[in-house]
């Protein structure tokens, strides 16, 4: 694979230029939890050429509209807007697409028994990530600021992780088991189809669960493959490179 994507891994090809992220939706390839893998992996996984995924990736970051690199948010602004784009909109649609999904089983969960594991799926995911989105706002976001600012002269904050690599890997390990539950959501869901005796209801709740998966996929995304990359640097710049 001639390519300069060959040796990127996928999460650091998306990070480069978000319009990639559209492809490797195209076929199926999860960038934000397995961001760690290379393309060619991906590939091999899914059974899909490399050379075709490439031929895409390659059109899609020729196109001529501007795009910003996810790589140039300052740390202290990413942060900032993942807490005020996505975590905000966590809160905002989970009480909106639960209150969806209960009368959804009340009125056609007998015909489509899919329907009760959904529900049991979504609220597994959104109480797992209000208390993931705590421990992040309370905890380890603001040890991250405090990193930052050693750039602009602040002194180091205490080295109370270890090294931050400890909490990230809990993140990390919290967003896999928020992937799961993604992917079983969307196979229940026929990726989203509202069946045929479908009502409005149903249709509009399944566009909210499509919106909500895109939404957490591109914040995942942000934290494992641009913030906590930028966080280890900064923990290695301020000479804490702490113990595992």
């Known amino acids: 694979m001639a390519s300069r994507f060959a040796d990127m891994t996928l999460g650091s090809i998306v990070a480069e230029d ?13 960038f934000c939890c397995s961001g760690k893998r290379t393309l060619e992996e991906a590939c091999s996984a899914k059974g899909c050429r490399p050379a075709a995924v490439v031929a895409e990736l390659e059109r899609a970051s020729g196109a001529t509209t ?30 909106r697409i639960t209150a969806y999904l209960d ?19 979504f609220e597994e995911l959104a109480n797992e990530l209000l208390m993931h989105m705590y421990k992040e706002e309370e905890i380890l976001f603001p ?25 990230i890997r809990m993140m990390e390990a919290e967003h896999a088991g928020a992937g799961q539950d993604l992917v079983m959501i969307r196979e229940l869901t026929s990726d989203f189809h509202t069946p ?8 509009v709740c399944y566009q909210e669960l499509e919106a909500f998966d ?20 900064l923990e290695r710049t301020a000479g804490l490179n702490g113990v595992d």
Do not use: M
């Not at 009368?103 to 799926?121: I, S, Y």
């Not at 045929?196 to 249709?203: K, M, P, R």
């Open 196 to 203: 045929a005796d479908g009502c409005a209801t149903y249709s």
């Open 18 to 30: 978000y319009r990639a992220a559209a492809v490797l939706d195209r076929y199926g390839i999860d």
């Open 143 to 167: 040890y991250v600021r405090s990193l930052a600012a050693v750039e602009s002269g602040a002194p180091a904050p205490p080295n109370v992780f270890g090294t931050v690599r400890n909490p």
């Open 66 to 95: 501007e795009t910003r690199s996810d790589n140039a948010w300052e740390t202290s602004d990413l942060v900032t807007h993942i807490v005020t784009a996505h975590h905000a909109y966590v809160r905002q649609a989970v009480p």
């Open 214 to 233: 895109a939404d957490l996929r591109r914040h995942i995304h942000l934290e494992n493959n641009v913030l906590f990359p930028k966080a280890i640097a």
């Open 103 to 121: 009368k959804l089983v009340a009125v056609h969960g007998a015909r489509h028994p899919e329907l009760p594991r959904v529900a049991q799926h």
